[in-house]
C-alpha cells in the first residue's frame, strides 16, 4: 500500500484530518442515539466548511449504521432481557442453625473408636 507523502499536493493538511475527524464523530453520535448520521456528518461538513460531497457523506452514514447494528448484535442488544432479580418475601424468618443438616446417628450405633497404627502398619498393610 503506497501512502501519501506530507508534502504532496493532494495530501489532506491536519487541519483536513481534524475536520474530518469531527464530520466522523458526529455521525457516529448521531447514529449511536438514533439519529440520522447523513443529516448530522452534512450539518458538521457545513459548519467546519470541509470539502466532502454528499455521495461521499451517504456513502459513511450507510457503512457507520452498518457498524453500529452489528455492534450492538455482538453485545446482545436485540436479545431479550433476563429475568428480574427477585426480592426475598418480607417478614420471613432465615432459616435456623442446623435446620437443613443431617439428624445424629441413633444412640444404639456408636461411632468406632479410633485404634493407634504405626507407619508399619500403613506402608506394609498390617491390621
Same mark, same amino acid.
Given at each position: 500500500?503506497?501512502?501519501? $507523502?506530507? +508534502?504532496?499536493? +493532494? #495530501?489532506?493538511?491536519?487541519?483536513?484530518? #481534524?475536520?474530518?475527524?469531527?464530520?466522523? !464523530?458526529a455521525g457516529a453520535g448521531a447514529a449511536a442515539s438514533g439519529g440520522d448520521p447523513a443529516q448530522a456528518m452534512k450539518e458538521e461538513r457545513d459548519r467546519v466548511k470541509l470539502e466532502m460531497s454528499d455521495?461521499?457523506?451517504?456513502?459513511?452514514?450507510?457503512?457507520?449504521?452498518?457498524?453500529?447494528?452489528?455492534?450492538?448484535? +455482538?453485545?446482545?442488544?436485540?436479545?431479550?432481557?433476563?429475568?428480574?432479580? !427477585?426480592?426475598?418475601?418480607? +417478614? !420471613?424468618?432465615?432459616?435456623?442453625?442446623? =435446620?437443613? $443438616?443431617?439428624?445424629?446417628?441413633? =444412640?444404639?450405633?456408636?461411632?468406632?473408636?479410633? !485404634?493407634?497404627?504405626?507407619?508399619?502398619?500403613?506402608?506394609?498393610?498390617?491390621?
Amino acid at each position: 500500500m503506497v501512502m501519501a $507523502e506530507p +508534502n504532496a499536493p +493532494n #495530501a489532506p493538511t491536519s487541519e483536513d484530518q #481534524a475536520k474530518a475527524a469531527q464530520v466522523a !464523530q458526529a455521525g457516529a453520535g448521531a447514529a449511536a442515539s438514533g439519529g440520522d448520521p447523513a443529516q448530522a456528518m452534512k450539518e458538521e461538513r457545513d459548519r467546519v466548511k470541509l470539502e466532502m460531497s454528499d455521495e461521499d457523506i451517504e456513502r459513511v452514514a450507510a457503512r457507520l449504521n452498518e457498524l453500529n447494528i452489528a455492534e450492538f448484535e +455482538n453485545r446482545g442488544a436485540f436479545e431479550p432481557p433476563p429475568d428480574r432479580v !427477585q426480592a426475598p418475601p418480607p +417478614n !420471613q424468618a432465615p432459616p435456623a442453625p442446623g =435446620a437443613g $443438616e443431617e439428624t445424629p446417628p441413633p =444412640a444404639d450405633e456408636q461411632p468406632q473408636v479410633p !485404634q493407634k497404627r504405626t507407619a508399619a502398619h500403613r506402608f506394609l498393610g498390617l491390621s
